[in-house]
């Protein structure tokens, strides 16, 4: 089974239109028929809310204001995917469940919110819980809980009770598009499950928006994961991605990290961008990733790098009943 961490499916239905149920819109690559084709059997997939200010940037005028429009447009989404019928994954018992009874053809989902403007307050965690959210990204851009991408500062005094929240739930925290300063302020106080779900090496490519080697090997100390983003300014400087350039991350934050162990997918290909900014055309494509992956990971590690990973780490991760 490949295990997909990172894909904004909800967001794309609503705001540009791209229905999940259809086959993938002109130039796009994420449907649920392309998943399951290409033997995706579990996504994490997101709850993301544009800011107003990001309008321009990502070609939608299916933006928030304010934390209650967020709100809104996190329970529209939330609503998008109880109606298409997908599967969500809430606690042990339900992921055992569906892993052990799992083939080809049937595909599930963990809810992530990006951004964690939706929650109004922290004390409004617990609903957002009942609906299936497990795992929470206080930032995009910045959030009233944290600095994020392109917006540096630390966790508010509203984000740090939100991750206090989080822990008391056993809520898994995304450091994705956290600001540096935000990501050492949730070291310094978080000791629950942690993962960075869509997060390449700024080693390989400078920015913000990409993982320190001592964050990601933080990040693996602690028992967590990252996953590598097929987005092609996450992959490289300029021109057209490849997945030689998807390789190349993984590797290098298999070597930050201490280990494969630590390290997964999180494509983000269904996030705002079409194929021309991925690494390929077609979804059945990522049949080529392991091979290129075993010259330099035992056959094991690879199947860990394409899912066992993520699976390893929700066992131990989500709550129990």
């Not at 819109?25 to 997101?46: D, K, P």
């Not at 298409?84 to 018992?93: K, M, N, P, T």
């Not at 390290?263 to 049949?287: H, M, S, Y």
Request: charge should be positive.
């Amino acid at each position: 089974m490949i295990v997909d961490g990172h894909l904004d499916i909800g967001w794309n239905a609503i705001s540009a239109g791209r229905g999940f149920l259809l086959p993938p819109a002109s130039r796009h690559l994420i449907s649920r028929s392309s998943l399951v084709a290409a033997g995706v059997g579990l996504v994490f997939a997101t709850l993301y809310t544009a800011p107003a200010r990001a309008g321009r940037a990502m070609r939608t005028r299916f933006v928030y204001e304010n934390a209650h429009e967020a709100n809104l447009m996190a329970t529209a989404q939330v609503n998008y995917y109880r109606a298409s019928g997908v599967e969500l994954i809430r606690d042990q018992a339900e992921l055992k469940a569906f892993t052990s009874t799992w083939r080809k053809g049937k595909l599930a989902a963990v809810l992530l919110m990006e951004g964690a403007d939706p929650i109004e307050t922290p004390a409004q965690l617990g609903a957002w819980t009942d609906v299936g959210v497990r795992i929470i990204g206080p930032a995009w851009g910045r959030t009233r809980y944290s600095g994020g991408t392109g917006s540096p500062g630390g966790l508010t005094d509203l984000g740090r009770q939100l991750l206090k929240a989080m822990h008391r739930k056993r809520v898994i925290l995304d450091l994705s598009h956290m600001a540096d300063q935000a990501v050492a302020d949730a070291f310094a106080m978080w000791r629950g499950p942690i993962i960075a779900s869509h997060a390449n090496a700024r080693s390989l490519v400078p920015g913000d928006r990409q993982l320190t080697d001592e964050t990601v090997a933080e990040i693996a100390r602690r028992g967590g994961i990252v996953g590598v983003s097929f987005y092609g300014h996450h992959l490289r400087r300029s021109g057209r991605p490849t997945l030689k350039d998807v390789v190349e991350h993984l590797v290098h934050h298999a070597r930050a990290a201490g280990g494969p162990e630590h390290v997964a997918l999180g494509t983000d290909l269904d996030g705002g961008f079409d194929a021309r900014q991925a690494p390929f055309d077609d979804l059945a494509k990522l049949k080529e990733l392991p091979p290129m992956l075993r010259r330099y990971f035992s056959r094991a590690q690879v199947e860990g790098i394409m899912g066992a990973n993520w699976l390893r780490f929700l066992e131990r991760s989500l709550p129990g009943r």
